[in-house]
């Protein structure tokens, strides 16, 4: 396996090129650090761009949602997407309005979604989201039922044609406005898990587990 992505016409960084990345490793990490993609797919001529929650699993993308959705449908044919996801690292502050900018991180995929049948590899693709968002709640809570399963569809893309556009640092003011009396630089933004909430019906006797105690992004 190539330690990059040949860019290809439909996934090289044009616009600021040298905010474009293309190594495996590099996009892997922001891959398994975000929590929501956005699956993009026409539907008997009609764009749909659609919220979901995914895993990776090696060298393809899992997602997943109700084996009556409108995207789970339109997909399971082998229909061509684009799957996005979008890190926001900062706001950026710069002394003129044309200037200011974020920090990000971002991973686009292409390729065609294909439904996972296999009763295995579902499990492994809900195993993956789980771990993903919770990672060691898999094993306490109550694994999918034969019902369950064959209610939630489940779709793999494999990462073959993939680019990543990456942007950090401090603004680039103008010369001409660089010794303006503004205030420029980045408000770095992270998310940040609050206290766990008991569920009402959640008996007090029960302990929080350390990973929900502890958890952090």
């Known amino acids: 396996m190539p330690d990059s992505f040949a860019p290809t016409d439909r996934t090289r960084v044009v616009r600021e090129p040298q905010r474009g990345v293309y190594d495996r490793e590099e996009i892997y990490k922001i891959l398994d650090e975000g929590m929501v993609c956005h699956v993009g797919f026409a539907l008997e001529g009609q764009p749909y761009v659609m919220p979901t929650l ?10 997943h949602g109700s084996a009556a959705s409108r995207m789970l449908r339109g997909l399971s044919g082998g229909a061509s997407v684009c799957l996005t996801v979008t890190l926001t690292d900062g706001i950026v502050v710069a002394r003129s309005i044309f200037n200011h900018s974020m920090n990000y991180r971002s991973v686009l995929a292409l390729g065609k ?32 039922n034969a019902q369950e399963l064959k209610a939630t569809s489940i779709l793999r893309l494999p990462l073959t044609e993939v680019s990543a556009k990456v942007r950090t640092g401090p ?3 103008d010369a001409p406005d660089m010794p303006l009396p503004i205030w420029a630089g980045v408000i770095p ?15 007090p ?13």
């Open 189 to 203: 933004l992270r998310m940040v898990a609050d206290a766990p909430i008991r569920e009402a019906d959640c008996s």
């Open 205 to 217: 006797e029960i302990p929080v587990p350390s990973y929900v105690a502890q958890y952090r992004r």
């Open 171 to 173: 603004p680039h003011d």
């Open 54 to 63: 995914y895993g990776r699993i090696g060298d393809a993308i899992y997602f």
């Open 113 to 144: 979604a294909t439904i996972v049948d296999e009763p295995s590899e579902k499990l492994e693709a809900l195993r993956a989201f789980s771990e993903k968002i919770l990672p060691g709640r898999w094993e306490d809570a109550r694994k999918p």
